[in-house]
């Protein structure tokens, strides 16, 4: 990955962006895109789009990935000035606690979720606490304090960086899914420098992380689209501790994911492994037996039924502060859409022949 796709990965992934307050990371992913995209535009909710005008005789499709990240919400102030929280997402209660956050507040603040000491507590009787009942700790010592600095509704992340390791692999927060947006945004501007005949859209959508939100606009406002390409990431199951029962056949550096089955169109399927195989991009394949827990849920109900793919990034330790994914699958991941997005031009219709 060559420096200026590496730094639009960094600004994207030191940007927070949970669900309900993505703004931030949609100005850094618009004005990216704005540097090589014919059109860029915004709906209500802040769901960002960019257009590569291609051939109108040849189909549109669009790449997308969701903005949003997993996190906090400030719910309640207690008296002696530390703040309860809620979910925003799917948070994981058993990695939250001695955790450093950041409140995003009109200034951030930081605090920390408190965790007693080992040797004040029984760890014979260690439990999790859920979400609900753990705490933010931003150092104030009575509520007034603290609402000095913060307000009920202010969302909370980890405050973990992007910090590099072995070889190409980087560990951060919100991998899950900021690396989808930057394959998308990537994936336009490969297929615009290829020019191919599809006019192709890159999507941001928002609100992933609590129910597809974004996507169900953008696949109805979006009507000129005739295929969505959903790029998100998927479990990685090579570290030790993954029992048998839920080891699969994806790998970390072994490239990007193609799923095959429920929301997975069987032509699109079918275009994603020819496009690899042109481009001589090796590929790993998924089973989606009943969803995809991707926006290609919403999309290919959207309209009566639009023809969607979910494309993946393998990841280690989902919904954790420290996601870890290699940057050349990552690249690949941009290849991948663009070589798609190539042979997107020689179909004259997606559906499948009954």
Do not use: C
Not at 90 to 103: E, Y
Not at 273 to 290: F, T, V, Y
Not at 338 to 346: C, E, I, N, P, S
Request: charged share 25%; no cysteine; proline share 4%.
């Amino acid at each position: 990955m060559d420096q200026p796709r590496r730094t639009f990965l960094d600004d994207l992934l030191e940007t927070a962006s949970p669900s309900g307050f993505e703004t931030p990371a949609q100005r850094v992913w618009t004005d990216y895109v704005r540097e090589f995209a014919d059109e860029v535009f915004t709906d209500a909710y802040g769901n960002a789009v960019a257009v590569y005008e291609g051939d109108p005789d040849a189909p549109t499709v669009a790449l997308t990935g969701h903005a949003d990240e997993i996190g906090f919400i400030v719910r309640d102030v207690l008296d002696d000035g530390f703040l309860r929280i809620a979910r925003v997402g799917g948070s994981d209660r058993t990695v939250s606690k001695g955790q450093h956050v950041t409140v995003h507040a009109d200034e951030p603040v930081q605090g920390v979720i408190g965790q007693t000491a080992i040797h004040l507590r029984d760890p014979s009787k260690d439990e999790y606490d859920d979400i609900n009942g753990q705490f933010v700790d931003i150092g104030a010592e009575t509520a007034e304090e603290a609402r000095e600095h913060i307000e009920i509704g202010d969302p909370v992340t980890f405050s973990t960086e992007v910090e590099e390791l072995v070889g190409s692999r980087i560990a951060a927060r919100g991998i899950d899914n900021r690396t989808g947006i930057w394959a998308a945004a990537e994936g336009l501007r490969r297929a615009a420098e290829n020019g191919v005949d599809a006019t192709v859209y890159a999507v941001s959508t928002v609100q992933e992380e609590v129910g597809l939100k974004g996507a169900q606009m953008t696949g109805v406002a979006l009507e000129e689209v005739d295929a969505f390409v959903a790029v998100d990431v998927t479990h990685a199951t090579d570290n030790p501790d993954v029992d048998t029962e839920h080891r699969g056949p994806v790998e970390l550096g072994e490239g990007p994911v193609v799923t095959r089955g429920s929301a997975n169109h069987p032509v699109l399927v079918d275009a994603a492994r020819e496009a690899a195989d042109d481009a001589e991009i090796d590929i790993q394949l998924q089973a989606a037996g009943s969803r995809t827990g991707t926006d290609a849920d919403a999309f290919f109900t959207s309209r009566g039924g639009v023809p969607s793919l979910n494309v993946s990034l393998p990841n280690r330790y989902m919904h954790t502060p420290v996601e870890v994914v290699d940057t050349e699958d990552l690249d690949a991941v941009a290849d991948l859409l663009a070589a798609f997005a190539g042979v997107a031009g020689d179909y004259d219709s997606f559906d499948v022949t009954v």
